[in-house]
């Protein structure tokens, strides 16, 4: 019979087996399935896993400290922490293009891991071969890729103490035969904190491509502000299993007049994106109340200095996607 004990016991076997004295690296992104699949390494073979954590300063609020405190408290895992967000502020810079930031982003972040492997693999004492990645592939993920796995081809652009030009990893993929829901079940029984088990999806290049417009540090601080507002109501109003997830997007390049106060604003719109979906393939805009829309807008205005406008996106996906850029 299937429970989450049977998981857990099965796979810490495989990994102790497939790893044995070796060493494993596994980035964690934030994302549920990262964190699940490392703690379950981590449960297998505590201090031969690494973890590294890239800090590109585009996640929410509250979620790096989730990771580096919360995740840490939780696992016991050694974690690896790159701060690399003016790396990443200086490449994005006047960059407004969607396509172009997320090419960006995946690039730096490719560079920041791999130095950070790098480092981990130098580091290593004599006869602990770092041979191992650990990935949160899920069943899905393997069913649409065609079944394939096995080992991970990197190249390194970084020449650290002599390293090989490539170097190869064998993937650890604790998480092949789980669907999403199961893996929340197993993060739950492994005790990890309620924030990041239940995460609503989260793209990778984070809140990046929710500025209309380019990116810069104060639009981001103002962003992650408005956001951790219309998460903290949403959730406070019991609607976070109703709602697939909810973008929050800036629209730094738009301005609108407001009165606020002693008089006249010209500030930026904030967009809110509020979606029920059973895949993200397509989605409809969520009819939530009005009274906790009214709640969110009110206290965006009156606390996130700049933004003197809520606008409600009602458009199903097709025709528009769940993210604005
Ligand atoms: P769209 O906007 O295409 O989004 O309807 C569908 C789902 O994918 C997420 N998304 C991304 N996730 N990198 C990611 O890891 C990305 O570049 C990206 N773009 C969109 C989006 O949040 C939604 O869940």
């Not at 585009?58 to 974690?79: I, P």
């Not at 172009?100 to 690039?107: A, F």
């Not at 005790?191 to 999806?201: A, F, K, M, N, Y």
């Not at 809520?310 to 850029?325: A, C, F, Q, R, Y």
Request: net charge negative.
């Amino acid at each position: 019979t299937w429970t989450t004990g049977n998981v857990i016991e099965e796979q810490v076997a495989a990994i102790r087996e497939q790893v044995g004295g070796s060493r494993a690296i596994c980035g964690l992104s934030g994302g549920v399935d990262s964190a699940v699949a490392a703690a379950l390494v981590q449960k297998a073979i505590g201090s031969q896993l690494t973890c590294v954590y890239v800090d590109h300063g585009l996640m929410r609020k509250g979620e790096t400290e989730q990771v580096e405190k919360d995740f840490v408290a939780a696992t016991g895992v050694q974690l690896k922490v790159v701060d690399a967000q003016e790396r990443f502020l200086a490449a994005l810079a006047g960059v407004s293009d969607p396509e172009q930031k997320r090419k960006i982003i995946g690039r730096e972040f490719i560079r920041v891991f791999e130095q950070a492997q790098a480092e981990i693999i130098a580091e290593a004492g004599p006869g602990e071969p770092v041979e191992f990645l650990v990935q949160g592939t899920l069943y899905p993920d393997v069913v649409e890729s065609g079944g394939g796995s096995g080992t991970a081809n990197i190249k390194s652009h970084h020449n650290v103490g002599g390293l090989p030009e490539d170097l190869e990893f064998s993937l650890v993929e604790p998480l092949r035969q789980l669907f999403k829901d199961e893996v929340r079940m197993v993060g739950q029984e492994l005790g990890l904190p309620e924030e990041i088990v239940q995460r609503q999806p989260f793209p990778g290049p984070g809140l990046g491509i929710r500025i209309v417009g380019d990116i810069t540090r104060e639009r981001l601080d103002l962003l992650r502000e408005a956001d951790a507002i219309a998460r903290e109501e949403l959730t406070a109003a019991g609607l976070d299993r109703d709602i697939w997830q909810c973008p929050v997007v800036l629209l730094a390049d738009v301005r609108s007049v407001g009165v606020q106060g002693d008089g006249r604003t010209y500030g930026h719109p904030i967009v809110l994106r509020p979606v029920s979906s059973e895949d993200a393939m397509t989605a409809d805009w969520t009819r939530m109340p009005y009274d906790v829309l009214a709640k969110i807008s009110t206290r965006i205005t009156n606390e996130v200095s700049d933004v003197n406008r809520v606008v409600l996106d009602v458009t199903s996906k097709p025709p528009g996607t769940i993210e604005w850029e």
